[in-house]
């Protein structure tokens, strides 16, 4: 925090409560939280904590707040205004050498700070770097202004931020899984010296995590199922002589849930069902028509691919998109065994599409973006490679809430697509972010994995044509 800024602050701090209720409304404050994902053992941080905006909530939700600000002023306030609290830490510094150890943190959040920080990209570096593997930093400020008079009063650093520049930063940072939305709360202004000047800035929450890296043990784990040919569990009678019951390894507790009907499946490779690991039909909702082209990411031993070829017939095309060689080499040998010449299967996954912009008309994915670090940029492929007008249909495992840290951490629940699914809010923010339009989603199987609710979720939703 620069000089002029210090000085501000230590002007206004005994006033600052009844201030910012002019600046801010207490909404910014929920609608941040409400993208936190919070749980009771959780240990955060809120940089540029003022007098306590974010914190008097965060003490009532986490075990441990960190409040750091460089004004002493603002922070003494701070200890006012929460001093029943017996979970709150004071530190007097600067937001870029915060005296917090490196991965110490589950979520960080910076509330109307970064604006006054006099390097932003540093000030998110270090943020990022107090935040354990999977944890979250959560940024809410003003959209970039042209309104000098109100940056010289306030004394800030900077007129609000451009959305893409903070999403650059986030980037550089390292985070994954970043989106920046609507808050839907104005930062409101008049002049002190002429009241006749006032203004409404439309504010922002920027959310991202960090890295995970657990795509060496996903790309492990299935090449195993594609060598023996076995998923990780058996298929499962069922009552229905017209439907099997699939159990796959990312439902280790499915029981009646059916995945696919027998008349589909008696017209596609036997060994492409063999190793079925889906938590659902993304088929089911998609429409397939004939001579469409689609897209199957993470397609596996080729379920899917076969099932969609067929729909589409010999005017139609389908790629089939997966990491895992040995999964690629038995997904084109049963192309090649059959006659399915309107089918390829291609080395590459959801974050890095080897598909042209503006190719396919329906994307289909089935139990596999969990899988994927970055769904931010899995979904931004998405939209890139489909046509104006086309549509996503996945099926997909999504949590109730947030995971705990050792489930996040453990590289088995990964490959059991566990520990990679996201609470579903911020599932669906992300295709959101990416531009998707018309979201319909149908919730599916529901399990228990280390006393965490997640589910099946099937999710359609369409590129907007004039895209």
Request: glycine share 8%.
């Amino acid at each position: 925090m620069q000089s002029t800024s210090k000085a501000y602050f230590k002007e206004v701090a005994e006033q600052w409560d009844d201030l910012r209720k002019g600046f801010f409304p207490d909404s910014l404050r929920e609608e941040v939280l409400a993208k936190a994902y919070l749980l009771p053992e959780m240990v955060v941080a809120d940089i540029g904590a003022g007098s306590g905006f974010l914190s008097s909530v965060l003490v009532e939700r986490v075990r441990l707040v960190h409040l750091v600000d460089a004004s002493k002023e603002m922070l003494s306030q701070a200890q006012k205004n929460l001093s029943t609290s017996t979970n709150a830490v004071y530190h007097v510094a600067e937001g870029r050498t915060i005296p917090l150890p490196d991965a110490s943190l589950d979520a960080v959040f910076a509330n109307m700070y970064l604006h006054h920080a006099p390097d932003p990209k540093a000030a998110i570096q270090e943020m990022v770097r107090l935040l354990k593997p999977g944890g979250r930093l959560l940024i809410s400020d003003l959209d970039l202004h042209p309104h000098t008079w109100l940056q010289e009063e306030m004394a800030d650093e900077w007129p609000g931020f451009d959305r893409e520049q903070i999403m650059v930063w986030l980037k550089a940072a390292g985070l994954v899984n970043g989106y920046i939305t609507c808050s839907g709360a104005n930062c409101c202004g008049t002049s002190q010296t002429d009241t006749s000047r006032t203004v409404e800035i439309s504010t922002f929450i920027a959310v991202g995590s960090k890295r995970v890296s657990r795509k060496a043990d996903v790309q492990q784990s299935y090449g195993v199922i594609a060598e023996t040919g076995y998923g990780c569990c058996g298929p499962v009678q069922s009552s229905d002589p017209f439907q099997i019951v699939q159990q796959s390894c990312c439902s280790p507790q499915a029981s009646e849930n059916s995945l696919y009907r027998l008349e589909e499946l008696r017209f596609i490779p036997e060994e492409a069902g063999d190793i079925s690991l889906g938590c659902g039909n993304p088929l089911a909702m998609a429409s397939l028509k004939t001579g469409e082209t689609v897209l199957d990411i993470g397609s596996g031993g080729g379920i899917d691919v076969f099932l969609a070829a067929n729909r589409v017939g010999s005017e139609g095309f389908v790629i089939g998109v997966d990491m895992t060689p040995a999964m690629l080499k038995r997904s084109r040998e049963s192309a090649l065994k059959h006659g399915y010449t309107q089918v390829e299967f291609r080395q590459g996954d959801a974050e890095n599409l080897p598909v042209d912009d503006n190719s396919v008309d329906v994307v289909i994915s089935n139990c596999v973006i969990n899988l994927t670090e970055d769904k931010t940029q899995a979904f931004q492929e998405i939209f890139r490679v489909l046509k104006p007008g086309g549509h996503l249909e996945i099926s997909d495992v999504v949590a109730a809430n947030n995971l705990p840290e050792e489930v996040r951490k453990n590289p088995n629940q990964w490959a059991a697509c566990v520990s990679g699914a996201l609470p579903e809010g911020e599932y669906l923010d992300l295709i959101n972010y990416a531009g998707f339009q018309n979201l319909q989603t149908n919730r599916e199987n529901q399990y228990a994995n280390n006393s965490e609710a997640t589910y099946s979720l099937i999710v359609s939703a369409r590129k907007p044509d004039n895209h």
